[in-house]
């Protein structure tokens, strides 16, 4: 079993930005990558951003592309996104998940991740 605890969520104003932190706990060594999917009211989840435990290599979803940042610190198995001008399009229930990593055409898909945080709500308000 695996846990991930997500944190920094919150109100922010067009333009502001926010860093959100997932704090992963249990088996996670054989998980290899980690990421951020969104998902707002009525849509889909969506991909944001996801990392390689091997190399650090990033994924993007074009919307976030120059705007946001994910990181990982593998002595504490936190990940980490920095997001920046942030937009109201930006706004939603944003979800830390983890993932064997094994399949790379699936790590912008939901169904590359098998554990998955409870969520933390971000809006951005104009």
């Known amino acids: 079993q695996v846990q991930l605890v997500e944190s920094g969520g919150g109100l922010v104003q067009v333009g502001g930005s926010l860093r959100l932190s997932c704090a992963a706990s249990?088996?996670?060594?054989?998980?290899?990558?980690m990421a951020w999917f969104r998902q707002a009211p009525g849509k889909e989840r969506e991909f944001v951003a996801a990392i390689r435990r091997s190399g650090f290599i990033t994924y993007y979803a074009e919307s976030v592309k120059g705007r946001f940042t994910i990181a990982m610190d593998t002595a504490t198995n936190t990940v980490n996104l920095q997001m920046n001008s942030l937009n109201s399009e930006d706004t939603a229930v944003y979800y830390c998940?983890?993932?064997?990593?094994?399949?790379?055409?699936?790590?912008?898909?939901?169904?590359?991740?098998?554990?998955w945080g409870q969520g933390t709500q971000v809006t951005v308000s104009s």
């Open positions: 249990g088996r996670t060594a054989n998980r290899y990558v």
């Open positions: 998940a983890v993932g064997l990593g094994t399949i790379t055409s699936e790590t912008r898909r939901p169904r590359g991740y098998d554990y």
